[in-house]
């Protein structure tokens, strides 16, 4: 074999292993280890483009006396099962909300029918049931003013958070 030819096939050799090159991706989740700054995150949890885990919240909204989803609402449900499909590594967990209108119990319980409402909905969407933790807190932790009507319309949520 003459001399350049042992060279080229060098040449092409050492290029077609540095093309090769092993990207080491230890925790599964589509970031180099290289670049992951969190290696460990569990498997089938959406991450940034770091590596690391992300909480994800989403709000939905709800008429005075009413644990009845909107239309509107049914749409972003139907994302918030994307999402579950994409990041199936994360537990679900819907906190149920109301404003001061009524008496506290009744807020306590109206606040639990729409946190089940949204449960009941994210399953008919297909979200397993065991992904899925209520928590309900009536009137006790608004986030806006219970004095004005639009402070009152931000209290009636659910807030649905994956963790």
Known sequence: MSF???ILLTLIF???VNAQETVIDSDKDNIPDKYDKCLN???GVCVTANGCTQNIKQVIYFDVNSSEISDENKETLK???EISLECYG???LLTGHADSTYEEQYNLQLSKHRAQAVQRQLIKNG????RISIKFNGEATPIATNITNQ???KN???EILFY
């Open 79 to 81: 994302s918030i099962n």
């Open 151 to 153: 402070g009152r319309a």
């Open 4 to 6: 350049i030819k042992t």
């Open 14 to 16: 050492i290029s077609s």
């Open 90 to 92: 994360y537990k679900i």
């Open 156 to 158: 009636r949520r659910v």
């Open 127 to 130: 979200v397993k049931e065991e």
């Open 41 to 43: 995150t569990p498997a």
